[in-house]
Every structure is written in C-alpha cells, then in structure tokens.
C-alpha cells in the first residue's frame, strides 16, 4: 500500500510553478528537490566540431556557450543515455547568431529557447559547426540540469490572535513564499510580504504546517514542470527498488 500525498498548485505555468504537498517529511521533500536537479537526464550539446569560425571568439569558448543552450528532452524511452542527436548551425555576418539557427536531425530535440544570443558576427565573419547532443544527469554537468531554481520551505499558518498593545510601536513581520490564512493559501506577494500591511494594529501567531511544503519549481525548457517534477518522483522510485532488490539479495 501506498501513501497517498496531497498536491495543490499555488502557481501554474509550463515552465514555472509553485504548488503545494502536504503529508510529506523533511526529507522527502528534499529528496525531491536534489532529484529534479540531478537525477532528470535532459539533452545538452556534448561535442562541437568546428569547419569554419572567422568570429572574435575562441572555438573553445563558442563550444561552451553551444553547450549551455537549453534543448527540449524528449518523452522517456525515446532515447538512450548512449545515443547522440546531431545539431548543425551555419551563420555568416553583419548578424548575431542565435540559439534559432541550430538545426536538430531530431524533431524531438530542438532548442528550448529560439533568442539565445551564441556570438555577434561582424561583416565577413562566419560560424559553421556540426555538434553532438547526448543525454545525461544533471549531477554529471550543471548544463544537463533541468531545474534551474528549485526550492522547497515549510507552509507557514497565520492566525490574528487578538489586537496589538495599543502604544507599542508596530514592527514588520516578514514572511515569503506562500502562507496558509483561514485555511486559503496566499501568496504573500499580495501584501508585499509584510504581514502588518495585511493585519495592521493586530498581533498575530505564525507556525509551521507540519509535514507541510511548498515548491517553487522553474525549468530551462527542456520539459515543463510537470515532467521534471513526474521524472524526478520516478527516479527515487526506482533507487528505491534498486535498494529493496539488493537488500533481499
């Protein structure tokens, strides 16, 4: 038998979210959160083979910038951390080349983003290059790393207690993220994360939700919040058969 874990999302956009999980430990949670961000393979460029590069930069320091433009992953089981895909990318001056002007062999796998800036080109100055794409995890290099900002904190719960001393001079009461008033969850963007802007003149109780977490999740692109979150939660699963198969071995 499973547990059952309760999910609200606070915020909700493809490459963006925050949402709520409530029924989970310290621990899981942070296990979560190290696996979007190490454990999630996404496609990066691996190797760049240069034929032609007139422009002021070093085909070291291009290979690098090739290699950090975010690439969309495709669905699980469409391809093997051993296999590669193939981008080209051929830009001649007066223009700046962009992320746009790689071409995939891949439909599957394209850029994530098209306005990613690769190198300025004066007149005369051109870039032609043939790169490889592989698959791998995150813990390997931080640009196989779909999760670009992740982070969990405790659901905080507001209560007004009652009225505040009448001469005793207000403070700020600061909190961030998202907080749980009258049983609806907030934003605190909505009161510019002071609490007396919300509640003035009034002394309120904040605590810890047990067991209570909200993320705030943002992706590259590769894939959409949803998936990094789903893929992450399937690579704990299956460390955790690994582990239940070697302990009955």
Same mark, same amino acid.
């Given at each position: 038998?499973?547990?059952? =874990?309760?999910?609200?999302?606070?915020?909700?956009?493809?490459?963006?979210?925050?949402?709520l &999980?409530?029924?989970?430990?310290?621990?899981?949670?942070?296990?979560?959160?190290?696996?979007?961000?190490?454990?999630?393979?996404?496609?990066?460029?691996?190797?760049?083979?240069?034929?032609?590069?007139?422009?002021?930069?070093?085909?070291?320091q291009?290979?690098?910038?090739?290699?950090?433009?975010?690439?969309?992953?495709?669905?699980?089981?469409?391809?093997?951390?051993?296999?590669?895909?193939?981008?080209s990318?051929d &830009?001649?001056?007066?223009?700046?080349? =962009?992320?746009?002007?790689?071409?995939?062999?891949e439909?599957?796998?394209?850029?994530?983003?098209?306005?990613?800036?690769?190198i300025?080109?004066? $007149?005369?100055?051109?870039?032609?290059?043939?790169? $490889?794409?592989?698959?791998?995890?995150?813990?390997?290099?931080?640009?196989?790393?779909?999760?670009?900002?992740?982070? =969990?904190?405790?659901?905080?719960?507001?209560? &007004? &207690?009652?009225?505040?001393p009448?001469?005793?001079?207000?403070?700020?009461?600061?909190?961030?993220?998202?907080?749980?008033? $009258?049983?609806?969850?907030?934003?605190?963007?909505?009161?510019?994360?002071?609490?007396?802007?919300? =509640?003035?003149?009034?002394?309120?109780?904040?605590?810890?939700?047990?067991?209570?977490?909200?993320?705030?999740?943002?992706?590259?692109?590769?894939?959409?919040?949803?998936?990094?979150?789903?893929?992450?939660?399937?690579?704990?699963? @299956?460390? @955790?058969?690994?582990?239940?198969?070697?302990?009955?071995?």
């Amino acid at each position: 038998m499973t547990d059952a =874990y309760d999910v609200e999302f606070v915020e909700r956009d493809d490459r963006e979210a925050r949402f709520l &999980v409530r029924g989970v430990t310290p621990a899981f949670a942070n296990g979560i959160r190290r696996a979007m961000i190490a454990d999630v393979p996404t496609m990066a460029i691996d190797t760049v083979r240069f034929v032609e590069n007139s422009s002021v930069m070093f085909d070291e320091q291009l290979a690098l910038r090739l290699g950090l433009v975010p690439l969309s992953t495709p669905p699980e089981g469409e391809f093997g951390e051993d296999e590669t895909v193939t981008l080209s990318i051929d &830009v001649e001056g007066p223009r700046t080349a =962009y992320s746009g002007d790689l071409v995939s062999s891949e439909p599957l796998v394209q850029p994530a983003d098209e306005n990613v800036p690769i190198i300025e080109l004066k $007149d005369g100055q051109r870039l032609e290059a043939e790169a $490889d794409a592989v698959l791998e995890r995150g813990k390997g290099h931080a640009k196989h790393q779909g999760g670009v900002a992740v982070g =969990y904190r405790h659901l905080q719960r507001v209560e &007004v &207690v009652g009225d505040a001393p009448e001469f005793e001079e207000p403070e700020s009461h600061i909190v961030r993220g998202v907080v749980e008033i $009258d049983g609806e969850l907030v934003t605190t963007e909505e009161f510019d994360h002071d609490l007396t802007t919300r =509640y003035p003149g009034k002394e309120l109780e904040v605590e810890d939700v047990p067991n209570a977490f909200v993320f705030h999740v943002e992706t590259d692109g590769s894939f959409t919040v949803e998936e990094l979150v789903t893929r992450a939660a399937d690579t704990l699963a @299956a460390r @955790a058969t690994e582990l239940e198969d070697a302990v009955q071995l």
